[in-house]
């Protein structure tokens, strides 16, 4: 079963850039005077303050976060108080409500919407008749489900080592009750025999497994660096459909999910846009709202192609009622990871479930796509291409012999002609494409213009 708790004395959750942007929307669909403005929380719709919508929309986030964990949802009890109570989150009723549903619908599991401090999972595990998991614990267990390389795994694995250890004390009762499976995964194998001691033994371990897999990681990088192609990365909030239009743009077949946090392990996937110029392309794993500090900083190994990107591509769910909100949190974790100065385009994704005339405000430049219906995909690369200034277009004359064909075949597969023509045993052409690329045949350029248009 879930509880989701709303603390209305934390209720400006909403960031003040969200709101702005919020604000700006409405006015702009001419929904709104601007009298209305200075309240703290204009109203969505003449009934539903925005506030409750948020609440809405993050309380089913919540519930496809749970269902992604496996968890089939018995029933869902909601709490508003002005503030957390310090010893059990919630109030002592809601505590002794929640302990009646859990008895009736025979949960085996209580999720709740909210990170829980050591002192308030110990009490609630002591109160209620079964496991009690926090907001962290569940978005751990998420990662565990899909960290598909040794990385990955190990990260996770780290992660919730450490998310275990200031909670070990107390939790001997409940760890006999392995429910539901979820927050049992991963170092759950060895939860029952769990101490401190064998935690930080395997800490340890972990950490040294994970630096050598690190080590190979570098160097396959440093070999893939000697060739200069530009990585561009997807970036964005989970569920906004970074994989599907990672496989529209590369027809990959990466593991595409509803299910969040399909993607944990960044997929990399050769691309040729249509200047011809190649590109990485770098589908990252999702960003969610309040990821806690820890589970970032684990992850950026994982999100290390994001570091090294050229370009960023900011996948947006456009048909989203958290849209700016994600956007706000997309932006912060980007921060974080030091990449806010990388150029960025935004890519409003899903636009097929958007009715005409409902487009949300996006950033100048912005493109619309659907990678579902595979729509936009055309103006996307072409954004990509104009966008990539590290390897610049360039246009160069050259005369190539011959019997150089294989050459010029190769240039052919990687550059646009402009101009060919034969003469003699001589080729003339005049190729625009990456500089990269033309500049191997720099030997073969024709500085005399004469040669060309005689
Ligand atoms: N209607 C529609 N659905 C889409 C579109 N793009 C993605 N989806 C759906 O949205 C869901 C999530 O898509 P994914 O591509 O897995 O999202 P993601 O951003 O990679 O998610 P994470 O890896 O969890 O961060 C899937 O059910 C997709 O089918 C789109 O353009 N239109
Ligand atoms: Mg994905």
């Not at 371990?205 to 897999?213: D, I, S």
């Not at 590369?250 to 960044?266: I, N, Q, Y």
């Not at 974790?333 to 405000?361: A, Q, T, Y």
């Amino acid at each position: 079963m879930l509880v989701a708790v709303e603390f209305t004395g934390e209720r400006r959750k909403l960031s003040s850039a969200a709101r702005m942007a919020r604000k700006s929307a409405a006015v702009a669909a001419g929904e709104w005077d601007l009298a209305s403005l200075d309240e703290p929380f204009v109203r969505a719709t003449p009934d539903a303050p925005l506030a409750d919508l948020d609440f809405e929309a993050s309380l089913a986030e919540f519930e496809e976060l749970a269902r992604s964990a496996g968890a089939e949802v018995a029933a869902t009890l909601i709490q508003r108080r002005p503030k957390p109570d310090a010893a059990t989150l919630v109030g002592q009723g809601k505590v002794e409500e929640i302990e009646a549903v859990a008895a009736s619908t025979h949960a085996d599991v209580v999720l709740f919407d909210h990170d829980l401090t050591p002192s308030q999972l110990r009490n609630l595990e002591t109160k209620l008749p079964c496991r009690v998991i926090d907001r962290t614990q569940l978005i751990l267990d998420i990662f565990a489900r899909h960290a598909r390389t040794r990385e990955g795994q190990l990260q996770v694995e780290l992660a919730q080592l450490e998310y275990q250890l200031p909670r070990l004390a107390g939790r001997g009762k409940s760890m006999s009750q392995l429910g539901g499976g979820i927050g049992t995964r991963g170092p759950g194998e060895t939860q029952l025999e769990t101490d401190r001691r064998k935690i930080n033994l395997r800490i340890d371990h972990v950490k040294e497994q994970l630096e050598a897999v690190r080590r190979i990681r570098r160097q396959q990088r440093q070999r893939r660096e000697a060739v200069p192609v530009p990585v561009v990365a997807l970036v964005g909030y989970t569920n906004a459909g970074k994989s599907t239009l990672f496989n529209a743009l590369t027809e990959a077949g990466v593991l595409e999910s509803s299910r969040m946090f399909a993607t944990l392990d960044p997929k990399l996937r050769q691309l040729q846009l249509p200047s011809r110029r190649k590109i990485l392309l770098s589908d990252t794993v999702g960003f969610i709202r309040n990821l806690p500090h820890t589970l970032v900083t684990s992850f950026r190994a994982t999100l290390e192609e994001v570091e090294r990107a050229e370009l960023l591509l900011h996948v947006r769910d456009a048909s989203s009622p958290m849209l700016e909100e994600q956007k706000v949190q997309v932006e912060r974790v980007l921060s974080e990871l030091d990449v806010s100065k990388k150029p960025v385009i935004e890519v409003l994704n899903k636009i097929d479930l958007v009715p005409e005339g409902d487009m949300p405000m996006a950033a100048p430049g912005s493109i619309a796509v659907s990678g579902l219906k595979k729509q936009g995909l055309e103006n996307l690369l072409a954004a990509i291409d104009a966008a990539l200034v590290v390897d610049p277009l360039v246009e160069m004359r050259m005369r190539i012999p011959q019997s150089e064909g294989a050459m010029l075949a190769a240039l052919e597969a990687g550059a646009t002609m402009k101009e060919k023509r034969f003469e003699g045993n001589l080729a003339y052409v005049t190729a625009r494409g990456p500089q990269s690329l033309l500049n191997r045949y720099r030997k073969f350029e024709d500085r005399g213009s004469k040669a060309i248009h005689t």
